[in-house]
């Protein structure tokens, strides 16, 4: 999809309105291709950003109560004004679901990926010593990294 500012350019180019020196050949193609990527790139900061908030609230939750969360809907709205969507993945819909996992899921302190059901929104699991919240999704992002390991920057 493009944006009113990216279509507005290209209209300019194609009326000859706008010249790309030599340095700047580019086809629109290429040009919307570029424009995809960004959006997509856009997208998924937004998800890792969204993923860090899940992160913070359940560290705020476990030094302030003592204790790991059952599930994600007890950091609402003390620690949470509610869960964010995982937005723009995939194969799947944007989604604020929160699929809970046994900590058998965890393997050598990592998300085992064949034990996920690949559904999009969040996945959360926890055992005695490590609590992981997760994006539900086994598809790789524009790193090239699956995005159950992906980590929200907090």
């Not at 302030?64 to 950091?75: F, M, S, V, W, Y």
């Amino acid at each position: 999809m493009m944006r009113g500012a990216t279509i507005a350019a290209l209209a300019a180019m194609l009326c000859g309105c706008l010249t790309m020196d030599s340095a700047d050949q580019r086809r629109p193609s290429d040009i919307s291709e570029e424009v995809g990527r960004s959006e997509r790139g856009a997208i998924e900061t937004s998800n890792l950003a969204r993923l860090a908030a899940l992160e913070h609230g359940v560290n705020e939750f476990v030094q302030a109560e003592g204790r790991i969360p059952k599930t994600l809907d007890e950091l609402i709205p003390k620690y949470l004004a509610e869960i964010p969507e995982a937005a723009g993945l995939r194969g799947h819909r944007d989604s604020a679901r929160v699929k809970s996992y046994p900590a058998t899921v965890i393997v050598d302190g990592q998300i085992n990926g064949a034990a996920i059901q690949d559904s999009g929104g969040w996945g959360y699991a926890h055992n005695d010593m490590q609590v992981i919240v997760f994006v539900n999704c086994t598809h790789k992002n524009l790193a090239g990294q699956l995005w159950y390991q992906a980590r929200g920057a907090f």
